[in-house]
């Protein structure tokens, strides 16, 4: 009898275990659903705001309850093409070219930053695509994890099946961070330069673009020396690359 009852224990908790897990597994399969279902509405509606706006927005009201973003949609022909060329230019070369993700430029970005921690060095680089990038500003957060990296991945794949490139890119000049509490480009052209994105200049553009590893840094030091530098490189790569 002793025998039988821990054998139905046995049973028992690997029946609660198992179940368990199955409800772990449909739950994640039921959000990559919601996930995709966002993805296939984002492809025809414009967004009000994204995860990383709101993050930024939270995190600026708790010094100023009545701060708030700048940000405006504007469609992708109302967007000038030098910074189009300037942004694929500055962080995604091969952008008409791949399905979503470049895993060398990964790898090599992975050893980089292993270089670079090992010597005591805080510059880090990032592999990610314009896809990636607009799959984490979008719909996750800026926090690091491997797990947000592999939810990230994921979102990649969907966005790249669902969306055509220069929805892609429509989506992400609008959503991107180019300042302390500025998304998108018109808010940025704006914000910079006082004009309109569809009258932004090559060289305005290139700067823009240079800002965008890291915007709230550039936004209080607009004229460093490698600001200066990256526009002059930009300026000259933006006609190498081709755009949708």
């Known amino acids: 009898m002793a025998a039988r009852g821990k054998s139905g224990k046995r049973r028992s908790w690997f029946r609660i275990i198992t179940g368990a897990l199955m409800a772990l597994v449909c739950a994640v399969l039921l959000y990559q659903f ?3 279902g966002l993805v296939v509405w984002y492809n025809y509606q414009n967004p009000g705001s994204s995860a990383v706006m709101r993050e930024e927005l939270s995190r600026l009201q708790d010094g100023n309850p009545d701060f708030r973003l700048k940000y405006e949609w ?9 910074l189009k060329l300037a942004v694929v230019a500055s962080e995604d070369s091969n952008f008409t070219e791949h399905d ?14 292993q270089k670079q921690e090992a010597a005591g060095r805080s510059k880090m680089r990032g592999g990610s695509t314009i896809t990636q990038q607009l799959a984490k500003n979008l719909f996750l957060s800026s926090s690091r994890s ?4 592999g939810q990230e991945l994921v979102l990649t794949y969907m966005i790249e099946h669902v ?27 704006k914000h910079y330069f006082n004009v309109p994105a569809a ?3 090559a060289a305005q553009s290139a700067r823009l673009a240079a800002m965008l590893p890291n915007p709230r840094f550039y936004d209080s030091h607009r004229n460093s020396n490698y600001l200066n530098s990256r526009v002059y490189t930009l300026t000259r790569r933006m006609q190498m690359v081709d755009i949708p």
């Open 34 to 36: 919601w996930l995709f």
């Open 74 to 82: 504007v469609p992708y022909d109302k967007i000038n093409r030098s």
């Open 100 to 113: 979503g993700v470049e895993w060398d430029a990964i790898r090599k970005a992975w050893e980089y930053n």
């Open 146 to 149: 491997y797990l947000r990296k």
């Open 163 to 189: 969306m055509s490139k220069e929805r892609i890119l429509e989506l992400y000049l609008n959503v991107a961070e180019w300042g302390v509490g500025v998304f998108g480009a018109q808010a940025a052209a």
């Open 199 to 201: 009258s932004l200049g």
